[in-house]
């Protein structure tokens, strides 16, 4: 409903008596004077009345054209607020666009919530997102209002288009946009806010068959990428007749597809990153069930060959030379090695899988566990011949854990100890308890490590490199298992080398609570 401005409803309520009571005025005058026939002020009175109405009427039509004036500025001032109003809502959706589609997790759902964004909040019959895919650029997203002329069954898509021309657009940081088709530019747009298309002759025919099967009426098309690089262009079509793009619609949609573009870019990144981290999580799987299957493949013949090594070793076919023993005793050093190979590997595999836990735990004398340990590795130590020189106190270091893994990181320090420590030098080992802990340190004076590679020295399969360039053997695998066994067990490992004068390995486990009473594990 049209409003009345104050100053045309004072002009409705006053003019009209104004003139009332200046016609009145004439009345009364003439009343006095007209019986006065014969007198001569009639003239002079004639004259009075004559003002009087030309008085009114100039102060009629004053006040007539001061309302028709306010009354413009009135509306001007409306035309105004309604246009600062439709800015601030395409403002407002814009926004609220651009944070739905950073919002979003995947791709798919950045493609999805703009064009449902751009859709509803500028008034389109169709939204379509195109996306380059070499020398095109095929519609691979869309979306369509519920009254579109031609139902709620989809419409086509349009054809894909050669990506230079988007790429022109692109370069230029301009829009495509056409109203009516018959009217190539609106009144009420800004040549400079856009690019204009002045001949539809520029547009394929079978572009314009399209746009004729979804009774278009005005299209605008914005590239959108990142930086230099172009990935798309989104597209918007109305269908009812005398729509048209205004400036504040085509700057709140460039808006929307300035931001997409990095939003799509960001998303893909992450799928691309998710997509690398699944292959590497599939190859693990595959490098893990590896690892089980060879391991526990070598075992059983490397069983059977350690068997036999020892049948033969015992003399159990008769006398050997002491050429024999030699060879019987280097082949048995070996298949031992082999036999700690395989054994790192299944730890490794079993680390991996999440199988290696410490639920079997117990009280165990770590002091104990040092002696047979070193029973075990000396008689490799003897063959350097490498010394072992181990001490700790007369009464128990008591930890609480799992016998045999922590022999098992024992064993890994105490043999890569005696094979970098080259012939005529020694290894020591001691468990003491100090401050509530257990503390076992394994030193020896051999080749030592590159302070450049210490960081280094707890990664699987790492090898130092002047190992690498004795040819000491190794897989790499003993410091890993040894960190992991002693994490199992609340504990920590330090390491301090001196490349040419030796290591240092300690580590550090929370002494048992005093009042667990059972016989320690050995």
């Known amino acids: 409903m049209r409003t009345v401005s104050p100053v045309r409803r004072l002009h409705l309520a006053f003019g009209l008596p104004i003139a009332l009571v200046g016609l009145t005025g004439v009345g009364i005058l003439l009343g006095a004077v007209v019986p006065d026939r014969g007198g001569s002020r009639l003239p002079l009175v004639v004259a009075g009345v004559v003002a009087i109405v030309v008085s009114v009427a100039v102060s009629v039509a004053v006040m007539v054209r001061t309302a028709r004036e306010v009354d413009e500025v009135v509306d001007r001032a409306e035309t105004l607020r309604l246009a600062c109003d439709e800015r601030d809502r395409l403002d407002t959706v814009a926004r609220s666009v651009g944070a739905t589609i950073r919002n979003c997790a995947d791709s798919a759902a950045v493609l999805d919530r703009a064009v449902e964004g751009l859709g509803s909040g500028l008034d389109a019959s169709y939204v379509m997102i195109r996306l380059i895919e070499g020398d095109v650029a095929p519609v691979v997203r869309r979306w369509q209002a519920e009254d579109t002329p031609v139902g709620p069954a989809p419409g086509p898509d349009l054809p894909p288009v050669a990506s230079q021309k988007l790429q022109e657009l692109y370069d ?48 605008l098309a914005t590239p959108f990428g990142v930086g230099d690089t172009l990935l798309g262009s989104v597209t918007l079509i109305r269908s009812r007749t005398g729509q048209v793009w205004r400036s504040d619609e085509i700057r709140a949609a460039e808006s929307v597809a300035a931001g997409l573009g990095p939003v799509l870019q960001l998303a893909r990144l992450r799928e691309a990153e998710e997509r690398v981290t699944e292959e590497l999580r599939s190859l693990d799987r595959v490098k893990e069930e590896f690892l089980s299957t060879v391991s526990h493949e070598l075992r059983t013949p490397l069983s059977s060959i350690s068997g036999y090594l020892e049948l033969l070793m015992d003399e159990g076919e008769g006398r050997l030379s002491q050429r024999q023993v030699n060879m019987l005793e280097a082949m048995d050093r070996n298949a031992t090695r082999l036999q700690s190979l395989i054994g790192d ?27 047979a340990t070193i029973t ?39 043999s890569n ?62 410091l890993s298992i040894v960190r992991t066994i002693v994490s199992n067990h609340s504990g920590d490992v ?17 002494l048992l609570e005093p009042n667990r009473t059972r016989e320690p594990s050995r």
């Open 172 to 219: 230029a940081g301009v829009s495509w946009y056409v109203d009516d088709f018959g009217e190539l530019l609106a009144d009420s747009v800004d040549p400079s806010d856009a690019q204009v298309a002045t001949d539809l002759r520029d547009l394929p025919s079978r572009h314009l068959t399209a746009l004729g099967e979804l009774h278009a009426v005005a299209v």
């Open 494 to 510: 330090r390491i301090r080398s001196q490349e040419g004068k030796g290591t240092s390995v300690t580590l550090r486990l929370p």
């Open 417 to 478: 100890a005696v094979k970098f420590t080259p012939a005529g030098g020694a290894v020591g080992i001691d468990v003491t308890a100090e401050n509530g802990q257990a503390v076992v340190n394994v030193s020896d004076n051999g080749i030592g490590i590159p302070p450049e590679e210490q960081k280094s020295l707890f990664t699987r399969f790492f090898r130092a490199s002047n190992a690498t360039e004795l040819e000491i053997p190794g897989a790499g695998l003993g």
């Open 345 to 371: 590997l299944l730890t490794l595999s079993q680390i991996e899988s999440g199988a290696f836990t410490t639920t079997a735990r117990c009280p165990v004398d770590l002091a104990r566990l040092l002696d």
């Open 376 to 414: 075990v590795i000396r008689p490799a130590a003897d063959s350097v011949p490498v010394a072992l020189e181990a001490t700790h106190p007369p009464d128990p270091v008591v930890v609480d854990g799992d016998a045999r893994q922590l022999q098992r990181a024992l064993m890994n320090l105490l």
